[in-house]
């Protein structure tokens, strides 16, 4: 399931069509403070299905929709597309790529696609069931987890590790 | 399930304790046990962290430092018995020193032959320490770019460019 | 007490506005603001911050680190209407990228006119601003001691000597 | 109210007489993660009068006695005293520094000392009343004092403001 490319528009601060590649086994985000960097990781986890608002860093989940500036308005639509090399053939061999995308309207209107079709959520969950990766999997290490491991709320120690077993 | 729980649990328990000694030192002891060893499935974990020489009655003792330090460890305790595609750390490495700073980033450096790391980072040694670097900004107030940093180049010239 | 109150309120929040704009930018605004002005002793205080061309909803929206640079402008802001005469740092830099502790680091000196700075960090930058290190260790595992450090010899060490 | 000197002896990882001189207007503590840096922070919270648990980081008021290692055994004292002149003549003028001592046995007992001599800890809040200096005084501005601010749990921003006023 090796990373490929992480497309964010019109999600928070992303106004305008963002690519990153991911063609290195260690990626380093520096920039100053508020410029975006954890904006990315909560594109990552939205576009896996991550549905809590306080996990997303948001009041609604509308919010995720970049909320214009003085000089720039609002956006309409926040759309993030994860892609994935398809090595462990979660998909037909014919294949070469998986591309996991989210979309949500201004109006509340919500769209998941797999590799440019309309899907629902449970097919994507179903997808990446046994590839280790879903919103919630401890892959995604904010300093917030940390946390949750040593208050250990909620149990969430045990949570972690039944996933992992 | 019972036994498949067991099983994970023990299994994660020897790699928390292996990691953690890696972390800190070898002299440094740890554990995890069931708090109600007879009822596992619904029993809460506990985990005991004692840096070498320290005898701290919980974990609430122990510094900011040794806190993440420890958290960590237990994260790549459960990591390397379902190893996650890729794993993605922002700012964890903000209380450590530069000591624990660099061994954090030699074992994501050995985890990274089996999965993609993902760092944020405001640490200079952390920066000195992954593949490549995407630089985060804004031009234009409230709008975020990215762009590839070389990094040679940004040694240099100091974040200020960003 | 309403007047007292209300007095000091009013001077926090000119000190607010000038602090968070030394820390963020002449165009970043904020605001300080009673919720419910009609009982000024019993209601709640909601601050705004809004750094430059963004539109945050709430402090929550803000980054990490522009969180923290928002409600150290406001300790800065109690300080200014009363000074203490010593004020303890605990790693509150943290989460701030190098422009930031550079300014930060700037307001401590300011006030340092008037009162003493006590800043337990672990960044260089912060290291380099303050008049003398301690530093901290243990020689011997779990029993801690402290020694004056001689900061220019000390940045050719590295910390690793401490 | 310039600080002098702060003397911590038996107090957490201070198994050791350890004395700290304040002769800059600056200054910077270091040190590995672990090493004692924020036991120095709880000492002057100590020496001042906290009594929250919870803001000294203990279980238990008792463990802020040197617990023991595998060489050192526990200690059956903890002492910290802080240091200040007294340039704004809280005491008689013949007195050139304020000292103030607090000490907790293993067996519960405690003291607090002013100059040497024993008092309540009633009189070293009266002295301190209106220098700005007290536990619980924005004078401690640790990381959690930030999360207060932007949680606002039971109210602390009202309270620091009214404690300015
Ligand atoms: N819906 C939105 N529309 C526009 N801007 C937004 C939206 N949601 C969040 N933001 C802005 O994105 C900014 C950057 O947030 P982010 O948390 O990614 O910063 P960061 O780079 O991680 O900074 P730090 O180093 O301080 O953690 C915040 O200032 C926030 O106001
Ligand atoms: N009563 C005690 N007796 C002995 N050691 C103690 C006692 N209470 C705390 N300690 C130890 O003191 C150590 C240092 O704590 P401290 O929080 O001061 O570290 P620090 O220098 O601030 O580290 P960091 O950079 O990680 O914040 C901890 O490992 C803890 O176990
Ligand atoms: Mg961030
Ligand atoms: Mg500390």
Redesign the pocket.
Known sequence: MKLKSLEIKGFKSFAQDTVLYFSEPVIGIVGPNGSGKSNIVDAIRWVLGEQSNRELRLDQMANVLFNGTKSKKSSGLAQVTLTFENDKNILPTDYANVSISRLLYRSGESEYRLNGVACRLKDINNLLMDTGISSESYAIIALGMVDDILLDKENSRRRMIEQAA | ATEQFMDAFEKIRDNFIKVFRSLFTNDDTCDLILEDPSSPLETGIQIIAK?KG???QSLN????????LTATALLFSLYLLKPAPFCIFDEVDA???DANIEKFNRIIKEFSKDSQFIVVTHNKSTMAAVDIIYGVYMDEPGVSSVSAVDFRHFEHQGLSKI
Do not use: A, M, V
């Open positions: 840096p320290k005898r701290p003792q122990l510094s900011g430092g040794e806190k993440t209380p450590l020193d």
